[in-house]
């Protein structure tokens, strides 16, 4: 186990959000707050030893929500960039973990990130989310791999990483990701 006190939670925000269109995606109205905010607020009680927002081309306030901004000034680069300026801004709290979280997976709850927590093994540690099929965020990465997110490049970010590590099966309604606006309207009528 390894106590969210010695844990950087990582949240970004940076992505082009293509396939979205032109609105500011993270910003769009979902249940009463904007999208971006509902992974926030979910894990706002869990006591994380900092929060890192890496973001670009949003006007989503994380620095309000207590999170450290970070911003991406050529998300085109890819995951990666975003990954690398994250844990190179969450490593200087010298935490045991860095969990990666996404802001346009709205239904990721606190139960689902202390599972992951609660699981992980000490340095070598690597705990991902699964819908029982396919590894994704949120994800915990123990102070081992550092380095090696460091090193991330491209839209592959972390992938292969994620892929050997442990993998909590969840409910796959925790793992919607909003990628279009059709994805959104789903999950707001379904």
Known sequence: MIRAERTALVLLAAGRSRRFGDADKLTIPYLGRPLGLHVVVALEAV?????IGVVAD???DLAN??????TNDDPAAGLGRSLRLGVEAAAQFDPDAILIALADMPRVTATQIYRLLDDADGDAAIVASSDGVVPRPPV???????????A???DMGARDLVRRGRHIVVPPAELIDIDTPEDLAKLAHG
């Open 47 to 51: 006591p994380f030893c900092s929060r």
């Open 140 to 150: 915990l990465f123990g102070r081992a791999h550092f380095a090696t997110l460091l």
């Open 152 to 154: 991330a490049q491209g």
């Open 58 to 60: 949003t006007a989503l």
């Open 65 to 70: 929500c207590g999170y450290t901004i970070v």
